[in-house]
């Protein structure tokens, strides 16, 4: 859906606004394997659209060390040779179904809804009402090193 000129920012507006920051705050003060939180996008297309997507980069070590699952092949390799791996699914990330990796996936889009509408932030502090941050995709830490406890893990790793 186009976005209306009375709600329209800019980049600049957007890494600005208090309603990104506390909730860039809270999603790695809840999930600390969340590293990091930043815009998919890098400006040109902030108005595109009314859903503002978000980048969250987490440490899949971390995760896994929560959750039990292990990180998909495909993602370990990439960490291995030093590339930042992305998905906009957790489960293309992890090695686990799709369904149990929406559980955290829709934890953390309550967890952002609920601060758009939560009314400990002031109204002018807000991001315009009809638009709403979403998560773009997943993305492995940028220079994550695999931790020595793991290198006998890479082995049981699935294709």
């Known amino acids: 859906m186009a976005v209306k000129a009375q709600d329209m920012l800019t980049y600049e507006q957007l890494i600005d606004n208090y309603e990104y920051k506390v909730t860039k705050k809270i999603l790695i003060r809840e999930y600390p394997w969340i590293k990091d939180v930043t815009l998919t996008d890098d400006g040109e297309k902030v108005n595109e659209y009314n859903l503002i997507f978000i980048t969250l980069h987490i440490n899949p070590f971390e995760l896994s ?3 039990g699952w292990s990180i998909a092949k495909w993602a370990f390799n990439d960490i291995k040779n030093g590339i930042t791996y992305w998905s906009p699914y957790l489960s293309t990330l992890m090695n686990v179904p799709y369904e149990e990796a929406m559980i955290i996936t829709n934890e953390i889009d309550d967890t952002i809804k609920s601060i758009h509408t ?4 002031p109204q002018e502090l807000r991001l315009p009402t009809t638009r709403k ?3 773009g995709r997943f993305s492995t830490q940028e220079g994550i090193t695999i931790p020595t406890s793991y290198v006998d893990w890479v082995k049981t790793l699935k294709d």
């Open 65 to 67: 060390d929560v959750t």
């Open 118 to 121: 939560s009314s400990a932030i």
């Open 133 to 135: 941050l979403s998560i």
